[in-house]
């Protein structure tokens, strides 16, 4: 009777644990599962780095997320655009434009194909002031300002590096980008203004600036922040 009692408890003994063991398994992939879902962050607040870095400005960015479109505005403050030299064939001394945007703007809208990867549709606006290089940024030196609009897209990826994390980490976000805003429109005549030299005398066109690099409408940009 002993050995009949004793063969039963471990057949039943070996039928239960793979059982727990199967069951501890499901609940800890379902926690893991759980525990990666539960994470999706609706806000973002990132800072462009090409801005400071490059540009010696500042840009912030507000970005929303929901399951499958997202929606954001940026500023930038104080870009510095670099110099523009000007032709003087009748004189051997230089004399350039110095470019600044003390506001660019604008809101934006996209599509997400996965939680990382976006497409965004980007109407823009761009704000340029127009001194003479050397010049004391003031109202009194500024020879021109103007606006131009863009209307373009840009290509978007959020990566969160830590977002297994149960901490305060989880929310780091890199996000880097490349954009192509092209100019639609400008405050300019015919997309150009005339001013005059002031080492000849002669009148000069300038024509509305690009706002991406080396004056073209391609941009590429690496923002940092915080998603919650």
Do not use: C
Request: aromatic content about 14%; proline content about 6%.
């Amino acid at each position: 009777m002993k050995n009949i009692l004793g063969t039963l408890a471990f057949a039943l003994f070996g039928a239960i644990t793979p059982i727990h063991a199967q069951n501890s398994s499901s609940q800890n992939l379902s926690a893991q599962d759980s525990l990666s879902q539960s994470y999706n962050p609706r806000f973002s607040l990132v800072f462009g780095l090409t801005q400071p870095l490059i540009l010696r400005g500042f840009n912030v960015e507000v970005d929303y997320w929901a399951d499958k479109w997202m929606l954001d505005y940026s500023h930038g403050f104080g870009l510095r655009l670099g110099t523009i030299p000007i032709p003087t064939p009748l004189s051997s001394r230089q004399i350039a434009l110095d470019v600044v945007v003390p506001h660019t703007l604008g809101v934006g809208i996209g599509y997400r194909f996965t939680p990382a990867l976006h497409l965004r549709l980007e109407p823009k606006l761009h704000f340029f002031d127009l001194y003479f290089d050397g010049d004391e940024k003031t109202a009194a030196n500024r020879i021109a300002s103007y606006y131009t609009f863009t209307l373009g897209g840009g290509v978007y990826y959020r990566w969160l590096p830590f977002e297994m994390n149960t901490d305060w980490t989880r929310g780091i976000t890199v996000m880097p980008s490349v954009r192509y805003w092209p100019n639609v429109a400008s405050s300019l005549p015919e997309n150009k203004l005339t001013y005059q030299n002031r080492l000849t005398g002669a009148n000069e066109t300038h024509q509305a600036l690009n706002i991406g690099v080396l004056n073209t409408p391609w941009i590429v940009n690496i923002s940092i922040g915080y998603s919650f």
